[in-house]
């Protein structure tokens, strides 16, 4: 075929070493799971049909032809975002030690928290992709400008401004993960078995429930404010008889979370933003199209 070009093993071993950290990228930029692997996958075609000798730096051409593609891509989510059915939330990922994917021992795990994600949402995409670069991959500023065709001034100041815009509500305390899940089980606990006191008093005086339903499945279009009024909806939507119902406490994000199976299939997954040994945020996603990647990758980890 006119203008095919051969990939020699050696080069395809080289884009595949590259591939967890170019998705780690992509989601980040992206805030889907779904889309990253898209991305990650044009990456390769470009790759695959490169003309390679001129390739000096792997690693580098593959930043750069990958981060370009994900500023495409955030132009036209932002489209489809504003048309959302309810909140939007990110597509969540499983990033525990026996989950099952790129994300899985990624650095950074509070640059991929669900908190995190929603707050790039307010950066523009050129800010995004400057700020993600930078904090969760500790590029240079004349990385970045090669990578993203700028000047290292511009880039630098594309930086600041992201950097002001996210100061005031970017999260600063995480719990310990050991305390997220011991936070996660006595949730759980207090809200299978309807026990409303037990549910509040591990809520924060100011938590907030969100819930994505996208439209697809029942879910909360607004957000539930404060611990009583959060307790009582919690409680009243576990409380729900499934049979076949199955609920394990996992990692999501970096932060502890309940996924709910029936039958062997994800239903939804409810992800706890915890602090001082209390849930600050709720964040569940029942949109069958967000939790599909999360439901490969928790089946994957229960047959190893």
């Not at 990958?66 to 939007?88: D, F, K, M, Q």
């Not at 009583?228 to 009243?236: C, D, E, K, S």
């Not at 239903?267 to 964040?283: K, P, Q, W, Y």
Request: charged fraction near 25%.
């Amino acid at each position: 075929m006119l203008g095919f070009v051969p990939i020699a093993p050696e080069e395809l071993r080289e884009f595949e070493a590259q591939r967890p950290r170019l998705f780690a990228v992509a989601y980040r930029l992206l805030g889907s799971a779904s889309e990253a692997e898209d991305a990650v996958q044009d990456t390769f075609l470009r790759w695959h049909s490169a003309d390679r000798s001129a390739v000096r730096e792997p690693a580098a051409w593959l930043t750069k032809v990958l981060t370009n593609l994900c500023l495409t891509r955030l132009t036209s989510a932002r489209a489809r975002r504003e048309s959302y059915v309810g909140p939007w939330l990110p597509e969540p990922v499983a990033t525990g030690p026996d989950a099952e994917g790129p994300l899985a021992t990624a650095e950074r795990h509070d640059t991929v928290s669900l908190a995190f994600l929603l707050l790039l949402e307010r950066l523009t995409p050129p800010e995004r992709a400057v700020f993600v670069l930078r904090e969760a991959f500790e590029y240079g500023h004349r990385e970045i400008a090669d990578i993203l065709d700028l000047t290292e001034s511009a880039s630098q100041q594309l930086y600041r401004r992201a950097r002001l815009r996210l100061a005031d509500d970017r999260p600063r305390f995480a719990a310990a993960p050991e305390e997220g899940r011991r936070v996660a089980r006595r949730f759980l606990a207090a809200a299978r078995g309807g026990d409303l006191a037990a549910l509040e008093s591990l809520l924060a005086d100011d938590v907030v429930s969100w819930a994505d339903g996208g439209g697809r499945t029942p879910a909360a279009r607004r957000p539930v404010f404060g611990a009583q009024r959060v307790a009582r909806y919690l409680a009243g939507w576990t409380s729900r008889d499934y049979p076949g119902l199955r609920v394990v406490v996992t990692e999501v994000n970096g932060e502890p979370a309940l996924a709910a199976f029936v039958d062997g299939t994800l239903l939804v997954v409810v992800v706890l933003e915890v602090a001082g040994g209390l849930v600050r945020t709720v964040r569940a996603i029942n949109n069958p199209d967000k939790i599909a990647y999360l439901a490969g990758q928790l089946s994957a980890a229960s047959l190893r």
